[in-house]
Nanobody, 115 residues
């Protein structure tokens, strides 16, 4: 079955960086686009970026554009979210996402940006 396991979250100061990882299994990873979402307390889950199956195209909302990048290693079945210049408003639980007929989610990893 499909499994998505995020890691790499933690506490970071404003202006700092973190790299999140999502290890995927249970499907042919290289065939599918992958996305990252986040959900802050009391807010709806929002898309923070996506990457096509071979990593040729990425998309980001304006809120993170220029600060976040996404990459993937299809040999390792892993997608990454590199977050730079972090702000307190980036504090949220970050989720890896796959859509094959329906959405699949990991358990999430907490990112806290605070001094």
């Amino acid at each position: 079955q499909v499994q998505l396991v995020e890691s790499g979250g933690g506490l970071v100061q404003p202006g700092g960086s973190l790299r999140l990882s999502c290890l995927a299994s249970g499907f042919t990873f290289s065939r599918y686009a992958m996305s990252w979402y986040r959900q802050a307390p009391g807010k709806e889950r929002e898309l923070v970026g996506s990457i096509t199956s071979f990593g040729t195209t990425t998309n980001f909302p304006d809120s993170v554009k220029g600060r976040f990048t996404i990459s993937r290693d299809n040999a390792k079945n892993t997608v990454y979210l590199q977050m730079n210049s972090l702000k307190p408003e980036d504090t949220a639980v970050y989720y890896c996402n796959l859509f094959i007929l329906r959405a699949y989610w990991g358990q999430g990893t907490q990112v806290t940006v605070s001094s």
